[in-house]
């Protein structure tokens, strides 16, 4: 196996003072799937100061990241390694991290620790492979196995539940029906973990390959990170429009959208509200009227209990309460709509809109595809002819207004008036001709 040149030479460096030292965990994965890794961790039989001393000696940068837990951030060359001493994690209080590790010696403990086994794997150029729990079959099998007693395992730290299937969902890896036993079993237990780590797995989960299939097949989980979720596990949609039950819906729209996590969070809780909407006609059509401010009102709740950095949850609750609105082809409307939501908005809008078209009934979105495809010509186009759509783009503003007497609430009011016309084309977006209409 090849490691990256950097990374050879530091743990030749730490094994030249004595030590031994071993690329580790998720990059010897990814190395061996020939997938981009980007950080590489290094584990060693060197306690932290012994690391420090050896970059010391060595003129290498370093930044005590967690002491604690034995780590040093190596920086080398404007990169950066983990440098991690072997450990073992001591006692686990709630399903949670360790309250204090322990140094050790050999690194079979450390391998021990780690969550399945194809994280367990170590490598170095001397030594080749230190694989103890078959690790390397499992990546060829593509299986995803707990090291040890997953039951165990779980009750130790419930955030491997999250990394199980994260992993299911990046890896497009099927989980060894013992562990995914044990992942169903313990999976209240995830209620114990910190949001932050929550959503930093739900969010890899949420953008990999394969997650269409994880959450058909794991939803009993997500519902016990989202609760929002639940009611729409089972809901049927006899309409038309529809091949999927809600919650199928929901994933295919997930898988279909693009790999961008603000509208991967948008097309998990688009349609919760459809739970609290549904109505059933005479000739047994469902409807799930007003479903997109409901499922507004939920993604609120959801994303601030899973604290969603702001800039995540501002673009997710832009879009869902107006998920439905019909945008057209027009391109004064399509200005109009500029106008309103902003260009991220509504390009946000619009890639959200095509995810859930393309996860309903393939035979009756044909056209709304298409349309979809001619809003965003349209909406280049008026980008890069730098048209006129908010009030700063016109060629007058609030000083000329003054200037021509107007006050207070009078000047906003009447530069949009104004914008109304500019993007009607009744006005030209010329100061002399809005200025001599408005003397008019
Ligand atoms: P990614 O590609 O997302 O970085 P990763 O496997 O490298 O995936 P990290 O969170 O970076 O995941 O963790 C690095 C390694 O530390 C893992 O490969 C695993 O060996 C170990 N590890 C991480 N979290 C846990 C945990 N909760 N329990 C046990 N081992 C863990
Ligand atoms: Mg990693």
């Not at 995540?312 to 309460?321: E, G, L, S, T």
């Amino acid at each position: 196996m090849i490691i990256p040149k950097k990374a050879k030479t530091l743990i030749n460096i730490i094994e030249d003072a004595g030590y031994e030292a071993f690329a580790v965990g998720g990059c010897v994965r990814d190395f061996i799937m020939h997938r981009p890794c980007d950080d590489i961790d290094i584990t060693t039989s060197a306690k932290p100061y012994e690391v420090e001393k050896v970059l010391i000696d060595n003129q290498i940068r370093f930044i005590e990241t967690g002491l604690k837990h034995g780590t040093v951030t190596v920086l080398f060359d404007n990169d950066s390694f983990e440098v991690t001493t072997y450990r073992t994690d001591g006692t686990y209080n709630d399903s949670r991290h360790p309250e204090n590790v322990a140094f050790v010696s050999d690194i079979k403990e450390d391998l021990s620790r780690r969550d399945f086994t194809i994280n367990a794997l170590a490598y170095n150029s001397d030594t080749g492979f230190v694989d103890l729990f078959g690790g390397r079959d499992d990546i060829d099998k593509k299986i995803i196995r707990a090291v040890g007693n997953p039951d165990k395992r779980f009750k130790e730290d419930a955030l491997r539940i999250m990394r199980a299937i994260r992993f299911a969902s990046v890896l497009s890896f099927d989980i060894e029906p013992i562990t995914k036993k044990a992942l169903f079993d313990n999976k209240d237990l995830l209620k114990n973990i910190s949001a932050e780590r929550i959503y930093t797995e739900l969010s890899k989960l949420l953008l990999g390959d394969n997650v269409f299939n994880v959450l058909c097949e794991y939803k009993e989980i997500l519902g016990v990170v989202i609760p929002e979720l639940k009611p729409i596990f089972n809901i049927p949609q006899n309409t038309k429009w529809h091949i999927y039950n809600v919650w199928e819906h929901t994933a295919k729209a997930v898988e279909q959208s693009p790999k961008d996590l603000a509208l991967r969070y948008a097309m998990l809780l688009h349609d919760i509200g459809k739970a609290y909407t549904k109505t059933t006609d005479e000739n047994g059509t469902d409807h799930f009227k007003g479903h997109q401010k409901v499922s507004a009102d939920y993604s609120d709740i959801a994303l601030k209990r899973l604290k969603t950095p702001n800039e995540i949850f501002n673009r997710v609750m832009a879009v869902v309460p107006i998920h439905d609105m019909h945008i057209g082809t027009d391109r004064k409307k399509i200005k109009k709509w500029l106008s309103k939501l902003g260009e991220d908005t509504l390009r946000d809008l619009i890639a959200v809109k095509r995810s859930d078209k393309l996860a309903q009934n393939p035979e009756m979105t044909a056209q709304e595809l298409e349309n979809l495809l001619v809003t965003e010509k349209e909406l280049d186009s008026i980008i890069n002819d730098g048209e006129p759509f908010t009030v700063k783009d016109l060629a007058i503003n609030g000083y000329d207004l003054i200037s021509l007497g107007y006050t207070g609430k009078e000047i906003g009011d009447i530069l949009m008036l104004i914008l109304d016309k500019v993007i009607s084309g009744e006005l030209d977006n010329n100061k002399e001709v809005i200025l001599s209409y408005l003397q008019k």
